[in-house]
């Protein structure tokens, strides 16, 4: 199985910070890399697919790099409404695999 | 819009069995791979189960295999998971979620269901 490790797995941030998530694969993975945003008590949400394209309606401060086995997912400019937790998916191969998820907490 | 809506959750003691379901509405359900996703009580996500939309082929995660068994209707816009010799780490919220395009990824997902597994 490939494991997906996510670091730090959580920070403190402050409004207007800028923000970046790193993710790891075991192995090679091309870009079958998504990034998901979960709110305490609510479904994850697509932020970023296929590593680098923004998903339809989610905010230009999101982007996100990197191919291969290293992969990062950046906030440029941290908002309130961004403190969550971020997860990676890797789609690679069966079975799909999650990072640990990195919790984005208020400094 | 798109929605997932899934049903079927409930307590359940170890070794019982339980059927969840998910609607699809909001898009062409029979040309999309269905996944399951799990998410224990403060914990991260794990990858469940898929099944293909064109060859109605399924892939399990070890932790399930042998137990669980997704299944479709696609008359029915129905996404099904059957979950027998339930136990205690399989405690969890299920998510119903589709997966979209080459890179495979899951967009909506549902408001999930809860499985708790206890005696």
């Known amino acids: 199985d490939i494991q997906m490790t996510q670091s730090p797995s959580s920070l403190s941030a402050s409004v207007g910070d800028r923000v970046t998530i790193t993710c790891r694969a075991s192995?090679?993975?091309?870009?079958?890399l998504n990034w998901y945003q979960q709110k305490p008590g609510k479904a994850p949400n697509l932020l970023i697919y296929?590593?680098?394209t923004l998903q339809s309606g989610v905010p230009s401060r999101f982007s996100g790099g990197g191919s291969g086995t290293d992969f990062t997912l950046t906030i440029s400019s941290l908002q309130p409404e961004d403190f969550a937790t971020y997860y990676c998916?890797?789609?690679?191969?069966?079975?799909?695999?999650f990072g640990g998820g990195t919790k984005v907490e208020i400094k | 819009e798109m929605q997932l809506v899934e049903s079927g959750g409930a307590v359940v003691q170890p070794g019982g069995s339980l059927r969840l379901s998910c609607v699809a509405s909001?898009?062409?359900?029979?040309?999309?791979?269905m996944h399951w996703v799990r998410q224990g009580p403060g914990k991260g996500l794990e990858w469940v189960s898929l099944i293909r939309w064109d060859d109605g082929s399924t892939y399990y995660a070890d932790p399930v295999k042998g137990r669980f068994t997704i299944s479709r209707d696609n008359s029915k816009n129905s996404l099904y998971l059957q979950m027998n010799s339930l136990r205690t780490e399989d405690t969890a919220l299920y998510y119903c979620?589709?997966?979209?395009?080459?890179?495979?990824?899951?967009?909506?997902w549902g408001q999930g269901t809860l499985v708790t597994v206890s005696s």
């Open positions: 296929a590593a680098s």
């Open positions: 998916q890797q789609s690679y191969t069966t079975p799909l695999t």
């Open positions: 192995q090679n993975i091309a870009s079958y």
């Open positions: 909001g898009f062409t359900f029979e040309d999309y791979t």
């Open positions: 979620v589709r997966g979209v395009g080459a890179y495979t990824w899951f967009d909506p």
